[in-house]
Each structure stands twice: as C-alpha cells, then as structure tokens.
C-alpha cells in the first residue's frame, strides 16, 4: 500500500486535469449469438438492467457483414435505441456501453463504444468502465507521434494503442496494451472475429462472464445476465484476459503481476443488490453492514426509514436488528435518475428535491432515523433531512451505511477533490450542524470488511483511509 503523499508524484500528476472526464461506465456485450432472440435486443436488455451506472450516453458496436458499425447516443438507453433499430439489426455479436463522466462535459462524441476502423472497415471497437491515471502522459506522447484525438475521454488512448498492436492479432493487442496503460480498467474489445475482455491487474471494477449454449456474454454486473436470460459463468479476474471467439473461450493472462483491490464503493454503492460480486451477495452484504451499525446506536427511535433507493438494504438490517419499524416514509419519483451522478451540484440538489417528497402523516412529531450508503458531498442528506423537518418530523438522525469520504479516487469515482467532500476535514459535531440532522452515525471500515468477509488487503478503500493500493507491476522485462 501506499499513502496519499507518496502517491504525489504518481498518481497525482497523472490524474485527468479537472475539466477532463473519467468513466464511470456500464459494459455488456454478446458473442457469437445464435438463439431464438436477437443479439441486439438481449444487449438493449442488459444495458437497461445497468442503467444505473450512466445516465448521460448509451451506445452499441456491432458486425454488420464485415464492417464493423455503431449507433450511439445521448440520454437514456431507452431513449437512444428504437424498436426499429432493435429488431432490424441481426448482427449476432454486439458490444454495448452506457457511460457517466465524472467530471468534465458531457460530449457526443464521448459516447462508447469506440470504433476504430482499418482499411478493410473491421477496424476494432472498445467498450470500458473505469479511470486510466497515466492518460495525460499517454496523450502528449500520442500527440507528439502525430496522433489526432477525437474525443476528450481516456478510453480514445486504449483505443489507439489497441489499434497500434492489433496487427498482432486481437489478443496480443489487449496483453501490449496493458503493458502501457494503469489505472481501472474493466474493458471489452472487439473485430470481426473475436471479442475480447479485460481487467486491469487490481480489479478495481467489477466484469463477468456470462453463458447461453456456446454463445458468450460480458457484463459489469452479474445482474444483467438474468435480463438477457444468460447464465453466470464467473468473473474475469484481476489481470486476466479472456478471448471468446471461434474455438470457444479461451484465458490468458497479462504481464503485469494481479494485485487484487476490488473498490469497495462497488459493495456500497455502485452495483444492483441482486449482484454476485466476487462471490458474495450485494444484498447480503449491505444488509449486514446495517445491522453491524445497529450496535453503536442507542437512540430511542420511533421508525427507521430508508433513503431511496440506496439505503433500503442497509436499512433493514438497521431496523431489524433494533426492532424498529420500517417504513417508507419518503416517496421517490422514479422518473428521474441518480442524484450522485448527475453533473453538476446544482442539478444534483434540485433533482434530489424534486426526487423525494415526506408522508407528512408518518413523521409528524416522529424520531426518525434516515439510513443512507453513503455521504459523499451531503446533497441528499441535506435536502432529506430539510424535507423531513418541514414535514413534522421531531427528531432526525442520520445512518450512513460506510465511513466518511475524506479523500479522492481516481479510479472511476466522481469524487475528485477533498474540498467536494461533506468531510474532508471537520468534526462530526461541525458535519451535523451543516447537515440540520439531530445526530449523524457512520459505519466503520471493519464492519465492511465484515460483512463482505474480506481483510483490507482484498479491497480498495482509499476513499476512506487515504492509503492508495500499489498498481500491477511488471513481472519481468518487457519487450
């Protein structure tokens, strides 16, 4: 491990500057589809079931004869792809992505997959989720080789390094690449003939393999396969390289050595509950971490009610484990989106107001406690405990479900400076004033790690400690 000051000359200086964006992404692609559906409507599936994690662009890549083509677009995945388009396309390999940037502008021409074509007009197209830290570097390197950037994303600089190495056939591509890029990365390429996916050597973000006869799937969460009626297979492992193509599925492995730091934001936040995660239940995990809370609360509460939708698992553990009702006293429109990751902070209090609304008639003169995964710039804590308030409520307590954010992540978070934070700094005292709530309870980093049965080691956890995880070296010389 290494700390925040050690790291300054590292990943600090190879961070995207401020204006630039960095992926928080969804991926979910099919190979060699040859069922009774179509390929382009089980990916349309899949990208609804992960939804959640990109709101701004949705896109997909796909065979059409030997040219490979794409139809991608700002908005939502149900929004961008029509009926038409679904039912007309019969490519039976698709790559799709839906995509968040966590900072910066939300472009266009942004909008994965990528697609870079040769001569033939196959060329390669490249889905990813995740945040490249040697991107500024890469890019003036690039750019001093003669190379024109089309986009201001990082996921154009695997793209063009893919593409450099790709004579060497698509395999061997994906291992040189890797050899060049750090960072998270949890990344699917495709050609003509072969589709493969990767994951950086930390396995900061999450990819699987999913199965339907001898067709193959990949997605960033295991949930998504039920949407296309796959079958789980397992996850591509931290370093890993798995080639599905004419022979089958076939594994291999990077030159870098695996360092295994799942971001533990994924078991938080991220991932839908009905997610298998690194062999463990998101739900399950969430609902303990609530219930290990639990024992360092000694209020006198009359309901336990849960931030929608995020804090409903850990607020059942909560409540269970008090005796304590639940109940769903704040009604969510669920019509708009995500508050964490709309743009900007503006839109993102105006949308969390516009999100919930209080049954006044549950919380008049009521002690309540509000359970949220997590407090990260406080929008939504704020503006509920404010409506709560206004609503009746006579006392409300807050219960976040993961230790306060003190630090940046450049892993794919949009998290990127500690004076966004709720509490970069100040007391828990100086925190609940700021907040108006009558109190403020926060999980530990061991309640995590127990309820996801994991030690530190395992996990990525810089967001709270500020010790960041030592990337993948490499395991001898490379040519």
């Known amino acids: 491990m290494q700390n925040k000051t050690e790291l300054k000359s590292s990943i600090y200086t190879r961070a995207l500057p401020d204006k630039q964006p960095r992926d928080k992404c969804g991926v979910f692609a099919v190979y060699d589809y040859r069922g009774p559906d179509n390929a382009t409507l089980l990916t349309y599936l899949g990208l609804l079931s992960l939804q959640h994690r990109g709101q701004e662009s949705a896109g997909m890549a796909f065979m059409d004869g030997d040219e490979i083509k794409h139809f991608k677009g700002m908005g939502l995945v149900d929004h961008v792809f029509s009926r038409e388009m679904l039912l007309s396309n019969k490519s039976k390999t698709v790559l799709g992505h839906v995509r968040y940037s966590t900072t910066g502008p939300s472009l266009a021409v942004n909008a994965q997959p990528l697609v870079a074509r040769s001569k033939d007009k196959r060329g390669i197209a490249l889905a990813h989720n995740g945040n490249l830290t040697n991107t500024r570097r890469l890019h003036n390197k690039l750019l001093r080789e003669g190379h024109i950037s089309h986009t201001t994303s990082d996921t154009e600089i695997m793209l063009s390094y893919l593409f450099r190495y790709k004579k060497y056939g698509l395999k061997e591509a994906v291992k040189k690449t890797m050899t060049v890029i750090q960072g998270a990365y949890a990344a699917v390429v495709m050609d003509g003939e072969k589709m493969v996916a990767f994951r950086d050597p930390n396995g900061f973000r999450p990819l699987a393999i999913g199965r339907i006869g001898n067709s193959y799937f990949f997605a960033s969460e295991s949930s998504a396969f039920d949407a296309a009626g796959a079958a789980f297979v397992r996850e591509v492992e931290p370093g890993e390289i798995v080639t599905a193509g004419p022979g089958g599925l076939v594994s291999d492995y990077s030159e870098l050595e695996a360092n295994p730091t799942l971001c533990i934001f994924e078991y938080i936040y991220f991932s839908r509950p009905d997610t298998i995660l690194d062999g463990k239940s998101i739900y399950e995990v969430r609902r303990k971490v609530g219930s290990l809370m639990a024992e360092r609360i000694s209020l006198n509460l009359d309901m336990v009610i849960p931030s929608p939708d995020s804090g409903i698992t850990s607020a059942i553990g909560l409540a269970d484990r008090l005796n304590v009702s639940l109940e769903w006293a704040v009604h969510r429109n669920p019509y708009l989106g995500r508050t964490f990751i709309e743009p900007t902070q503006d839109d993102r209090e105006l949308a969390v107001r516009l999100k919930f609304n209080p049954i006044r008639e549950l919380v008049r003169g009521k002690k309540v406690a509000v359970v949220d995964d997590s407090l990260v710039r406080g929008t939504t804590a704020r503006v509920l405990v404010s409506l709560l308030k206004k609503a009746g409520a006579g006392e409300v307590h807050l219960c976040i ?26 007391g828990l005292e100086e925190l609940v004033a700021s907040l108006g709530a009558n109190s403020i309870t926060f999980a530990e980093l061991d309640d995590l790690y127990q309820a996801v ?25 490379v040519s």
């Open 401 to 426: 479900a993961s230790p306060p954010y003190k630090h940046p992540c450049y892993y794919g978070i949009d998290i990127p400076l500690a004076g966004d934070l709720a509490m970069p700094g100040s």
């Open 453 to 477: 049965d994991s030690k530190q080691k395992g996990l990525c956890s810089a967001c709270f400690s500020g010790i960041y995880p030592e990337l993948g070296k490499h395991k001898g010389k």
